[in-house]
C-alpha cells in the first residue's frame, strides 16, 4: 500500500520560488499516477497538477500552469511541484496524492492514497 510523504513546505515572499517533494516508496509505484492538491483555508481542496505512470503526461489546473511544474523519479520514488513566481493566493496546505492507474486526474475522489500535506505560506 502507497503511502505518499510531503516535504519541502515553508515560508517565502511573493515571487520566491519552492520545491515540494513527495515520497512513495512502494515496488509498485509505477503503477501509480500521482497527483498534487492544496487546501487554503475555509476553502474546498483543490487540484493542482497531475503525472502519469510513466512521466510522460502531466495535466495542471489553470491558476498554476506555466508556474508550477510537476515530475516524478521512478528510480528514486519521488514526486516533485516546482512552484515559481509563487503568488499569496498560493498559499494552503499542499497534498501529494497517488491514483493506481496510468493517467492523472482531477478528481480527488480518483485517488487511493494521501500524504498528511506540508504548509505553504507566500507573504506579500
Known amino acids: 500500500q502507497v503511502q505518499p510523504v510531503e516535504s519541502g513546505g515553508g515560508l517565502v515572499q511573493a515571487g520566491a520560488s519552492l520545491r515540494l517533494s513527495c515520497a512513495a516508496s512502494?515496488?509498485?509505484?509505477?503503477?501509480?499516477?500521482m497527483g498534487w492538491f492544496r487546501q487554503a483555508p475555509g476553502k474546498e481542496r483543490e487540484f493542482v497538477a497531475g503525472?502519469?505512470?510513466?512521466?510522460?503526461?502531466?495535466i495542471y489546473s489553470d491558476s498554476v500552469r506555466g508556474r508550477f511544474t510537476i515530475s516524478r523519479d521512478n528510480d528514486k520514488m519521488m514526486v516533485y511541484l516546482q512552484m515559481n513566481n509563487l503568488e499569496p493566493e498560493d498559499t494552503a496546505v499542499y497534498y501529494c496524492?497517488?491514483?493506481?492507474?496510468?493517467?492523472?486526474?482531477?478528481?480527488?475522489?480518483?485517488?487511493?492514497?494521501w500524504g498528511q500535506g506540508t504548509q505553504v505560506t507566500v507573504s506579500s
Open positions: 512502494v515496488p509498485t509505484f509505477t503503477s501509480y499516477a
Open positions: 496524492a497517488a491514483r493506481w492507474g496510468q493517467y492523472g486526474s482531477r478528481r480527488d475522489g480518483d485517488y487511493d492514497a
Open positions: 503525472i502519469s505512470w510513466s512521466g510522460t503526461s502531466k
